[in-house]
């Protein structure tokens, strides 16, 4: 068998480089290893407005739980801090129905989706990638995009690196018959809660909510039955799915011979949420164009499709940089300084002003708003006052300010 493209994995990052190669016109096989698109189901959930439109992805009812308009933040001792939007923000999905919208867009473009059927090891000839080798053989192809996700095998077969660093324990489930405030996502900060990230809880309706939480410690249910029980006190919850959570960045090469890595196989996700679907599904379109282009100039080698890498890191590099930022110097800041920070923003009165940059910023290019907090005086002063001089030197430099 023979395509001229070929997808490794389903998930939105794959079904995206297939939607959007199949429109192009090019012949795309896409291949999930389950037999169901969006299972296992393991993700927060929580996608902006804007992004869903970069990704020509139309809100519906479909896969639409909940609409968020705002958040709460809560230090590590509990003090909260509130950003309480004008407008809808982002969406709660169901995860799976997304996903099964993004197979339908694919398959309506052209796309064909191969499911149940697992990639067990990509076709390499004259040192470049020619095709696959799945359940019914081989599949040969002029250039596979590889969606498989975290664990990188067929990436590391053929020398390139899936993140290595940054790598944390993901968890999730979902409660129901609680109190949680409609519209407004929580935020748990702490190393009692989630050393190395935080906890979330993401309302699905009147009296239900998405919960989970992301750690460096490999006791991530353990810590997830504490939050829950702190949050909500006794409740039932749905079995928790674990999913690994990327905070490192970008893998150093994204591109071999026929090859192309997208998604979070290419650690292309943000790292001050872990969130991939909206920075995957990006480079997914990026990653389909460069394809398209190298098919049209019958050069699928690693030199053309080195134009994929420059492309995404045209789009996103400067989020990636500003984001991974934040996550360094978040990470080395200890609960006591959290706490202290949370209370001087309170104490200042800065809440409002913090709300308006959030207000005015975007979800997903995080850059902007993260540069103008850094350059408000009032910030910088709650900044000095909470961490001292030398902290906020350090935060500044990592921005080049």
């Given at each position: 068998?023979?395509?001229?493209?070929?997808?490794?994995?389903?998930?939105?990052?794959?079904?995206?480089?297939a939607r959007?190669?199949?429109?192009?016109?090019?012949?795309?096989?896409?291949?999930?290893?389950?037999?169901?698109?969006?299972?296992?189901?393991?993700?927060?959930?929580?996608?902006?407005?804007?992004?869903l439109?970069?990704?020509d992805?139309?809100p519906?009812?479909?896969?639409?739980?909940?609409?968020?308009?705002?958040?709460?933040?809560?230090?590590?001792?509990?003090?909260?801090?509130?950003?309480?939007?004008?407008?809808t923000?982002?969406?709660?999905?169901?995860?799976?129905?997304?996903?099964?919208?993004?197979?339908g867009?694919?398959?309506?473009?052209?796309?064909?989706?191969?499911?149940?059927?697992?990639v067990?090891?990509?076709?390499v000839?004259e040192?470049?990638?020619?095709?696959?080798?799945?359940?019914d053989?081989?599949?040969?192809?002029?250039?596979?995009i590889?969606?498989?996700?975290?664990a990188?095998?067929?990436?590391?077969?053929?020398?390139?690196?899936?993140?290595?660093?940054?790598?944390?324990?993901?968890?999730n489930?979902?409660?129901?018959?609680?109190?949680?405030?409609?519209g407004?996502?929580?935020?748990?900060?702490?190393?009692?809660?989630?050393?190395?990230?935080?906890?979330?809880?993401?309302?699905m309706g009147?009296?239900?909510?998405?919960?989970?939480?992301a750690?460096?410690?490999?006791?991530?249910?353990v810590l997830?039955e504490?939050?829950?029980?702190?949050?909500?006190?006794?409740?039932?919850?749905t079995?928790?799915?674990?999913?690994?959570?990327?905070?490192?960045?970008?893998?150093?090469?994204?591109?071999?011979?026929?090859?192309?890595?997208?998604?979070?196989v290419?650690?292309?996700?943000?790292?001050?949420?872990?969130?991939?679907?909206?920075?995957?599904?990006?480079?997914?379109?990026?990653?389909?164009?460069?394809?398209?282009?190298?098919?049209?100039?019958?050069?699928?080698?690693?030199?053309?499709?080195?134009?994929?890498?420059?492309?995404?890191e045209?789009?996103?590099?400067?989020?990636?940089?500003?984001?991974?930022?934040?996550?360094?110097?978040?990470?080395?800041?200890?609960?006591?300084?959290?706490?202290?920070?949370?209370?001087?923003?309170?104490?200042?009165?800065?809440?409002?002003?913090?709300?308006?940059?959030v207000?005015?910023g975007?979800?997903?290019?995080?850059?902007?708003?993260?540069?103008?907090?850094?350059?408000?005086?009032g910030?910088?002063?709650?900044?000095?006052?909470?961490?001292?001089?030398?902290?906020?030197?350090?935060?500044?430099?990592?921005?080049?300010?």
């Amino acid at each position: 068998m023979k395509a001229e493209a070929i997808v490794v994995g389903g998930g939105p990052a794959g079904l995206i480089a297939a939607r959007e190669l199949a429109s192009r016109g090019v012949e795309v096989k896409a291949y999930e290893e389950h037999t169901v698109i969006g299972e296992p189901n393991h993700c927060a959930g929580i996608l902006s407005v804007e992004g869903l439109a970069r990704l020509d992805v139309k809100p519906s009812p479909e896969f639409i739980q909940h609409e968020v308009r705002g958040g709460v933040a809560y230090s590590p001792d509990g003090t909260p801090i509130r950003i309480t939007g004008s407008r809808t923000r982002a969406y709660i999905v169901d995860r799976a129905a997304f996903d099964r919208h993004l197979a339908g867009q694919a398959e309506d473009a052209g796309a064909e989706l191969i499911l149940g059927h697992r990639v067990r090891e990509l076709l390499v000839e004259e040192n470049r990638v020619a095709g696959v080798l799945g359940n019914d053989g081989p599949v040969d192809a002029e250039v596979v995009i590889d969606c498989e996700g975290t664990a990188g095998f067929l990436a590391r077969s053929v020398g390139l690196g899936p993140p290595e660093r940054g790598v944390l324990s993901g968890i999730n489930t979902e409660v129901s018959g609680v109190e949680v405030e409609p519209g407004m996502v929580e935020v748990w900060l702490g190393e009692d809660v989630a050393p190395g990230f935080f906890a979330w809880v993401a309302p699905m309706g009147d009296d239900s909510a998405r919960c989970g939480l992301a750690c460096e410690s490999s006791d991530a249910k353990v810590l997830l039955e504490k939050f829950l029980e702190k949050r909500f006190g006794e409740t039932e919850h749905t079995i928790p799915v674990r999913w690994p959570v990327l905070k490192g960045g970008p893998v150093a090469k994204t591109y071999g011979e026929g090859l192309l890595l997208v998604g979070d196989v290419a650690g292309q996700t943000k790292p001050t949420t872990g969130g991939g679907v909206i920075f995957g599904g990006l480079c997914a379109v990026e990653a389909a164009k460069t394809v398209c282009s190298a098919l049209k100039a019958d050069d699928c080698s690693a030199e053309y499709l080195s134009r994929y890498e420059t492309a995404w890191e045209e789009l996103l590099g400067r989020e990636f940089s500003s984001m991974l930022a934040a996550r360094r110097f978040a990470d080395g800041i200890s609960d006591d300084r959290k706490d202290r920070l949370f209370g001087s923003l309170k104490s200042s009165g800065l809440e409002g002003t913090l709300e308006r940059l959030v207000e005015e910023g975007d979800m997903d290019m995080q850059s902007g708003v993260l540069r103008s907090a850094l350059t408000h005086p009032g910030m910088i002063g709650v900044l000095v006052s909470s961490l001292g001089r030398l902290a906020l030197a350090e935060l500044r430099g990592l921005f080049n300010l």
